[in-house]
């Protein structure tokens, strides 16, 4: 109480007062939206869809296997199945989503979904200027506007995007590793039949 | 040439009401003075308001006010703006005319007390022999105005924070009564001008203002302290606590009364930190005998705009002190201190020349301040912090 | 007995009388503030400074504050249901007449007395101060005991209740 703390304040505000011209520790304002701060690498908003390629509709990822629809704690994904299949990235035939819709008004970015998606489909974005005048039909998003390169999802998510393709990689090289020993077998078995038919 | 200059406004009133018959001349001069203070003091209480919030927001890492013209400076006017055409609101239950009187008595009131303040060579308004008694005399005003805005908006935190705005304005009065006498004392007369003419003396170039005296330097700081709380600026701003009263006293108001209200406190601001530059700063005196060329009024106003640059700085710095601890702090420590320094500020005057009454009052002041303090936080239990984390 | 007197009288008469007739004692109050102001006048008229100045400081810094928050503590803040003037105005009126005879043929015996048209004595403040300090310093200390005296009975009472509370 001998004031010495008040004088100790004073000087700590006077010092900010001075080095807010100066340095930008102590002046941390930024001015949006004349200045942006990019956001952090792990930073999430709402959930869009990875197509591969420059199609999106046939490089799309997610085969509506409508593992994300159920996990979601609000339910604010809706997924109709389609009926027929198309090939994907790694050859296979798999059913794709005619319907994908996120309302995200609802959508609490808690990312379960990207949790439990077993085909690295769907990742979080990290884009939050979202204010639209339409209430309802505005905040509720379908696969057109979810859908994302995967030339997207490097630029806000590095680490994440790389090692997603890394993974991806690997498995089709296993896959592919099984397809060539399947094909070499099956083509020795080929070989083999007229050879022992030959005798 | 420098002469001219600090006395150019006098020459100039003197030149313009020389066209007026020789009847009309002294209230003609009188008005046009009148009216040079009702003009120019709003214009540096807008001036004041981005200063406040440009130097709040540094203080507080951020920017102020940037939009509204170069470096946000016409922020006043668009604030004047807003406040001139947003509705007026007056509650169906509250007492009309009081709640219309209320803000009109206060800046009267307020205006009041710059008609003694010497803002240069030659330029107070009214010379008065008891020109200190007649600005506390006026200051006493004000608090008849705060208590009438709490009790007319029929709002019990309105009369809540009038309550306690009066309380702490009273209490603190005393302490700047207490700490002006010491400086009646020593110079003699209750008079502005003459305080400031007794300061104007300078000893090998450093002059004679009293806050470079132990008695002046202890007044002078009790002085400020209870400036600020006559105001009711931070720390002191309980009565207008924004996150406990939501407004306190002036809740009730809206639009141009409560631009009134703020006037108000700002031009109170003002006038009491041009009666404490006065007292205890030089007035108008330049701080060393070779500046003397500068005019007066530019001393005089640098120095008010310093005291409000530590108001605001004192605004950015301190936590809001709690009712009971104003208090407390008022009539426990400030005012036996006061006391104190009366004898102090006699000893001064009677103890002659030489190192000899330098030593001697500076030692007692030290002495009850160190011990006051100590026996204040040894009973509240005061020291320094200790932590307690959770596990 | 000049205008600007007999404005001030009219304010002064003018508070008084809305001290008596309004119906909100806190108007009451703020009306005899008023009253209070036109007295400081009168004093600043009559080239009195201290003294006006004084009756500003003490009475309307002071007085009307403790008359104010005396009227807002007790149950006096509310309008009275049936009219301010008391059943008995008419004995009112006659002991006030009274007093007023009384007051009036007083001044006005001792008024011939009076030097006319004599300059007015200028007291300056400081000879007010030497007063109270040279001739006058016995009823100072007096005075200034029964304040200390006042304050300390305030503080009694107060420690008193809180025991009392306790």
């Known amino acids: ?199 | 040439m420098f002469e001219f200059l600090d006395q150019i406004f006098v020459i100039l009133r003197h030149w313009l009401v020389s066209f007026l018959p020789a009847a009309w001349q002294q209230p003609a001069g009188v008005v046009m003075s009148v009216a040079v203070i009702v003009v120019l003091f709003p214009a540096l209480f807008a001036l004041t308001t981005v200063f406040e919030r440009k130097g709040l927001a540094r203080i507080q890492n951020r920017f102020g006010p940037n939009r509204t013209g170069p470096f946000g400076f016409f922020q006043p006017v668009a604030d004047g703006i807003k406040s001139l055409t947003k509705e007026d609101i007056v509650p169906s239950s509250a007492d009309a005319a009081v709640h219309f009187l209320a803000p009109v008595v206060l800046v009267v009131a307020v205006y009041m007390g710059f008609a003694v303040l010497p803002m240069g060579r030659n330029m107070v308004l009214v010379d008065m022999d008891a020109g200190l008694l007649f600005y506390f005399a006026m200051g006493a005003s004000t608090e008849l105005a705060v208590f009438m805005a709490g009790w007319s908006s029929r709002n019990k935190y309105s009369l809540l924070g009038a309550m306690r705005a009066v309380a702490q304005m009273i209490s603190y009065e005393v302490v700047l009564l207490l700490s002006s006498v010491t400086v009646v004392m020593i110079s003699g007369s209750l008079s502005l001008s003459k305080i400031v003419e007794a300061q104007n003396h300078y000893t090998w170039g450093l002059p004679h203002w009293y806050i470079f005296t132990p008695w002046g330097l202890a007044g002078f700081v009790m002085y400020a302290i209870a400036a600020t709380a006559e105001t009711n600026r931070s720390p002191f701003d309980l009565p207008e606590g924004e996150s406990e009263l939501v407004a306190g006293y002036h809740t009730e108001y809206s639009g141009f009364k409560f631009a009134l209200f703020f006037l108000g406190e700002y031009l109170a601001m003002f006038s009491i930190s041009g009666l404490g530059t006065t007292l205890f700063l030089g007035g108008w005196s330049a701080p060393f005998s070779w500046l003397g060329w500068v005019p007066s009024w530019i001393w005089f106003f640098s120095k008010l705009m310093m005291s409000i640059f530590v108001f605001i700085w004192m605004r950015g710095t301190l936590p809001r002190l709690r009712q009971d601890q104003l208090m407390n702090f008022a009539w426990k420590f400030v005012l036996p201190m006061c006391l104190l320094n009366l004898l102090v500020a006699a000893l001064w005057r009677f103890l002659g020349d030489g190192w000899v009454k330098w030593a001697v009052c500076s030692g007692i002041l030290i002495v009850a301040y160190v011990g006051m303090g100590l026996l204040e936080m040894r009973r509240g239990h005061i020291g320094p912090r200790s932590y307690r984390y959770a596990e | 007995m000049s205008l600007v007197f007999y404005l001030i009288a009219a304010l002064v008469v003018a508070g008084g009388l809305a001290a008596m007739m309004l119906k909100n004692t806190v108007h009451c109050a703020l009306a005899v503030t008023v009253a209070f102001a036109g007295l400081a006048l009168l004093f600043l008229n009559l080239d009195a400074q201290f003294a006006g100045f004084a009756q500003i400081l003490v009475y309307i810094g002071a007085v009307a504050i403790l008359v104010v928050f005396a009227i807002l503590l007790t149950k006096g803040s509310e309008t009275p249901k049936d009219g301010v003037f008391s059943q008995t105005w008419l004995t009112g009126l006659a002991v006030a007449s009274a007093v007023f005879a009384v007051l009036g043929w007083a001044v006005l015996q001792t008024a011939p007395m009076l030097p006319r048209a004599t300059a007015t004595p200028v007291v300056s403040v400081q000879q007010i101060g030497q007063a109270l300090i040279g001739q006058y310093v016995l009823p100072l200390e007096i005075i200034a005991v029964l304040l200390t005296a006042a304050l300390i009975g305030a503080v009694i009472v107060a420690i008193h209740e809180k025991e009392g509370a306790n």
């Open chain 1, 1 to 199: 109480m001998l004031g010495e703390g008040i004088l100790k304040g004073m000087a700590e505000t006077a010092k900010n007062f001075v080095g807010s011209y100066f340095s930008a520790e102590r002046l941390t304002t930024v001015q949006y939206p004349e200045e942006r701060i990019a956001p952090y690498e792990a930073a999430r908003v709402f959930p869009f869809l990875v197509f591969d390629g420059g199609d999106w509709e046939a490089g799309l990822r997610c085969v509506a296997c409508q593992i994300c629809e159920k996990e979601c704690p609000p339910k604010c994904i809706f997924i109709e199945k389609s009926k027929d299949k198309k090939p994907d990235a790694l050859g296979k035939p798999q059913y794709y989503p005619t319907r994908f819709d996120i309302d995200i008004s609802v959508c609490m970015s808690c990312q379960i979904c990207v949790e439990v998606c077993p085909f690295e489909a769907i990742k979080m974005d990290t884009e939050f200027e979202l204010s639209t005048d339409d209430r309802f039909g505005g905040l509720l998003y379908n696969r057109g506007q979810l859908a994302k390169s995967n030339e997207y999802y490097h630029k806000i998510h590095a680490t994440e995007a790389a090692k997603v393709d890394a993974h991806l990689a690997a498995e089709k090289a296993k896959s592919d590793a099984k397809t060539k020993t399947a094909a070499d077998a099956a083509a020795a078995k080929a070989a083999a039949k007229p050879a022992g038919a030959g005798d």
